[in-house]
């Protein structure tokens, strides 16, 4: 016998505590009409769990409390405390998770407390519970809500009266199976809810796909964009150090170029001025030259001049010789006047010697004419000293070729003179020919050496061109890539590339600066940070699909468990019960024959 006592206390009519042991199998409670045997009953309805009010005779938790009477108060509260044996351990009882609790009490004691606001409490072995919990406890020994453990006065009806569903349960409820629906039932649940978080869960991440999609995709676009910046890095550094080495070496090149062909333009400049310094000298020569040339045409002419007065003289001389001839009186110029007019005139030929402009030559030739005019005059008035006049013209003719020989003399000098200057000048010239061609030629190279530098100093503009371009390569470099390319002046360089290796170099550099450009790197740090949390979420929705689908498969399957499970019981528990049956209806009815049995798909 499992039931030991019941305790009731404030409920309906037992406003005291009353226990009821019962130590035998069968127990008769007996009293008159109204005297609570009912209550008893309810009583045990009430602390098993029951919840339909209206089959312990109430319409609220109210109505089971103790009411009060003409000597005592009504109670606060109505409660019962049922006390199983326990000391085979028959009790069971398992948590949410399924692991059973340990229950380890030889006396199992369930209490159920109802207060006037209707609040209900649960007690197992003093701990309170949920009614789910007393509801698992009592299925384990095949005790559950159909009733079927008490049959109240009139209620027999109710079993014999049962629909098939009603009946199932009922047997179910005695074979212990309760519990497996009650599984079942919770399984259900559970699968419901799965299936709703399920359907959350996939809602959610239908939600988040467009915009991971799209956080997916700005990231792929900055993880290349990166990998190009960081391909561009190495690029930079490396074209970067050769371009600054190249610069360094081409500057030193030029300024040592430069300062070598700047000396040479000087030396052939200090040349060109010493050749063209020395070319002024040769000149004055030449115009000594010219002089001297210019003094000889003169004394010649003063010659003829005097060879052909020296003729006029001769030919006078001849005249008055003939005339002295025919005439026997000769006209006498006294010696006197003769050695005046001589004189007259050797002093204007010593004049006109020293005299170098014919226009005075000139005159003092017509000087001496006049001289020999008024000799010629007076001789003619005097008509006489013929003789005399032969002897003066002589003596002019004396003073003439003296002067003729003189001159002959003076132009024989400036002769030699003017030859020995020619052939001075000649050598001289000569010599300025040898300058002239060393002259050209230091020219030739002069122009050479200008040209050189010409083009030294479009070179120079050309590299300092260059310069700037690297410094500007260097500023957007930094602003494209970071700091981090200044280290290209740690690199250690062994030969530098040619030139059109290096301008394939920028080229590369330039292509990919132009397509991190359109990609935009900006803001990669967020997006990134943003499609990190996203996809997290994601993931986690993931795994949160995953163990959703799979606790669904092991409901499900504990499902078809639990069913399979109560299916075969109940076959088995109805043959129990049908030989039972049989039994007791041939006992009660004195023979006669009663089965059960099982339809299927009711
Ligand atoms: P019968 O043999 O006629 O069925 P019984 O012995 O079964 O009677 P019950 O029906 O159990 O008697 O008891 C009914 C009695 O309980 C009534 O007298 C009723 O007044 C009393 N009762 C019911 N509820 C309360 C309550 N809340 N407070 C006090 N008394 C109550």
Do not use: W
């Not at 561009?232 to 062909?261: A, G, P």
């Not at 979420?537 to 993931?542: K, N, S, V």
């Amino acid at each position: 016998m499992r039931l030991q006592t019941l305790e009731i206390t404030g409920f309906k009519s037992f406003s005291k505590k009353t226990s009821l042991e019962f130590q035998h199998p069968v127990v008769c409670i007996v009293g008159p009409n109204g005297s609570g045997k009912s209550n008893v009953v309810e009583a045990f309805r009430f602390v098993l769990g029951e919840q339909s009010m209206k089959s312990m005779r109430g319409k609220a938790g109210l109505d089971l409390i103790f009411k009060g009477s003409k000597h005592l108060p009504k109670g606060t509260k109505a409660s019962a405390t049922i006390y199983f044996n326990n000391e085979d351990k028959v009790f069971k009882l398992s948590n949410e998770g399924g692991e059973e609790i340990d229950l380890n009490y030889d006396v199992i004691s369930i209490s159920r407390e109802v207060y006037t606001d209707g609040l209900n409490k649960y007690i197992l072995n003093g701990t309170e519970v949920r009614l789910k919990d007393i509801n698992n406890l009592l299925a384990s020994v095949n005790i559950g809500s159909s009733g079927h453990h008490i049959i109240s006065q009139g209620e027999a009806d109710r079993v014999l009266n049962a629909n098939q569903k009603d009946l199932r349960e009922i047997i179910e409820d005695a074979l212990g199976l309760k519990i497996y629906q009650y599984k079942i039932r919770e399984t259900e649940r559970k699968l419901e809810r799965t299936n709703e978080n399920m359907k959350e869960v996939s809602l959610l991440r239908r939600e988040n796909a467009p915009h991971l999609n799209f956080l997916r995709k700005q990231v792929e676009k900055f993880e290349k964009a990166k990998e190009m910046q960081m391909e561009l890095s190495l690029l930079y550094r490396v074209y970067l150090k050769n371009e600054s080495v190249y610069l360094e070496q081409e500057k030193t090149t030029l300024s040592s170029e430069k300062n070598k062909i700047s000396q040479e333009l000087a030396t052939i400049n200090a040349k060109i001025a010493e050749v063209e310094e020395s070319g002024e000298k040769e000149n004055g020569n030449i115009e000594e030259l010219k002089k001297l040339e210019k003094a000889s045409s003169e004394m010649r002419a003063l010659k003829g001049e005097l060879d052909r007065k020296l003729g006029r003289i001769e030919g006078m001389i001849e005249m008055e010789e003939r005339r002295r001839d025919e005439m026997p009186d000769s006209v006498m110029v006294s010696a006197e006047e003769v050695a005046t007019i001589v004189l007259d005139i050797n002093n204007s030929i010593d004049e006109a010697i020293s005299k170098e402009d014919i226009g005075e030559i000139k005159s003092i030739l017509t000087n001496i004419k006049n001289i020999l005019g008024r000799f010629n005059k007076k001789e003619n008035s005097q008509n006489s000293g013929a003789s005399s006049e032969i002897e003066n013209l002589k003596n002019t003719q004396k003073d003439i070729l003296v002067q003729i020989e003189a001159l002959g003399k003076k132009d024989d000098d400036l002769s030699q003179k003017i030859e020995a200057l020619k052939q001075e000048i000649n050598q001289e010239m000569e010599a300025l020919r040898d300058k002239e061609r060393e002259k050209f030629s230091f020219k030739v190279k002069q122009q050479e050496l200008s040209s050189t530098l010409d083009l030294i100093s479009v070179k120079e503009n050309n590299l300092k061109r260059e310069e700037e371009a690297f410094l500007n390569e260097v500023k957007e470099g930094t602003v494209l890539v970071g700091a981090e390319i200044l280290s290209f002046k740690n690199f250690e360089v062994q030969n530098i590339p040619p030139r059109n290796v290096q301008e394939e170099e920028r080229r590369k550099i330039e292509r990919i600066k132009m397509k991190l450009e359109d990609a935009g790197i900006a803001g990669g740090g967020e997006i990134m940070k943003e499609y990190n949390e996203v996809s997290e979420r994601d993931q986690f929705l993931a795994k949160e699909m995953t163990d959703l689908t799979e606790s669904i498969n092991s409901l499900q399957k504990l499902m078809a468990e639990l069913k399979e499970k109560i299916d075969k019981e109940f076959k088995e528990g109805v043959k129990k019960i049908n030989k039972e049956f049989q039994e007791f209806f041939r006992i009660m009815f004195d023979g006669g024959d009663a089965s059960l049995s099982v339809v299927v798909d009711s």
